[in-house]
């Protein structure tokens, strides 16, 4: 069984302190991980709404391989997509629609 790794990034509207937590495990294949990853983003949205948290920067990274080990961040070429989590629900984007929106994002 193929191992991806998730990485999750919780930062809320008014703190400079984001929280980041690592799991890396074995799915059947890439549309099973790409689902375990939806529902976490999801239970992150619900969790939000009943603490009435705006979120800031949150989002749940799917990357490919078991790189629980690796220092892991959007450039990195395992990345396959980011749940992007804010007020509206959760939203995927796949590796290249997430570094092409942050390289719009830094050139606005």
Known sequence: MPS?????????????AAEVSTLTDEFSNESEALGYSRRMA???????????????YSNVGLYD????????????????GVWI?????????????????ATETVLS
Do not use: C, K, N, Y
Not at 4 to 16: C, H, L, N, R, Y
């Open 4 to 16: 991806f790794t998730i990485v999750t990034t919780s930062a809320t509207q008014g703190s400079d």
């Open 42 to 56: 999801e239970e992150m949205q619900g969790m939000a709404q009943q603490l009435s948290l705006d979120f800031d």
């Open 65 to 80: 391989g078991d790189l629980i080990d690796e220092d892991l961040d959007p450039a990195h070429p395992a990345l396959l």
């Open 85 to 101: 989590l804010d007020d509206e629900g959760a939203e995927f984007l796949t590796a290249e629609e997430f570094r092409d929106s």
